[in-house]
């Protein structure tokens, strides 16, 4: 059965539209997603089988996933990673924004990812659709950029396309949902390594790095 396909405007996005997607997340779907960078693939961090889909999509084992977590906002931060208070303070100030923070993960991301995961990323994207969907789930997303090049037999590079239409005609047979919340962003976000008070850029993305 073919992805539905559902729009929602970022800077108002359809309420009961957000319960549904969260509903049929907490339910075991996997869903693509606009952020405020590349178009995400994720599946609530809690449903395994779904985890594993994303990990076959991607077409990397699970317990090889490189996969970050989409929060609402920092307050449950604490439930899978531990962050010092400087790291903290630079996350409160650049997020919601498109970075991506890798803090030390605590023993439940292991649980979770069924990996042994020693770090986690945090993203708290500047974009109300995903944000409002997780406050609705209850719990964070994964979230990952789409497998680069898409299925075999399809160009190089379209995974990283800006066109929720074109993404939906490749993925629809993959995935559970596609919403469609304008076009996409060509930059990733900016990774930044926050294991340490030392933090260091990992890859430059389209967030500017100034936390002097």
């Known amino acids: 059965m073919p992805a539905e396909l559902i729009k929602l405007y ?42 594993e889909r994303v990990a076959r999509i991607k077409g990397i084992k699970p317990q090889k996933n490189d996969f970050s977590f989409i929060c609402y906002d920092l307050s449950h931060i604490a439930d899978y990673a531990r962050v010092s208070n400087s790291a903290f303070k630079l996350m409160k100030r650049l997020l919601p924004g498109p970075y ?7 023993n439940n991301v292991p649980k979770l990812l069924n990996s042994s995961k020693k770090t986690v990323g ?7 659709i995903p944000r409002l969907i997780v406050q609705e789930l209850g719990n964070p997303i994964i979230t990952t950029t789409l497998r680069e090049g898409g299925p075999e037999d399809l160009p190089e590079g379209i995974a990283y396309s800006t066109d929720p239409e074109l993404i939906y005609e490749t993925y629809r047979h993959d995935v559970d949902i596609v919403i469609d919340g304008g076009y996409g962003g060509y930059a990733p976000s900016t990774i930044i390594n926050a294991t340490t008070d030392a933090f260091e850029v990992i890859r430059q993305g389209l967030g500017e790095v100034d936390w002097e």
């Open 100 to 106: 991506t923070f890798i803090l030390d993960a605590n």
């Open 122 to 128: 945090i993203r708290v994207p500047d974009n109300d």
């Open 10 to 51: 970022p800077k108002n996005p359809d309420l009961n539209r957000i319960r549904q997607v969260a509903k049929a997340l907490s339910q075991g779907a996997v869903v693509i997603y606009p952020t405020d960078t590349i178009y995400g693939l994720g599946c609530d961090i809690h449903n395994a089988r779904a985890v």
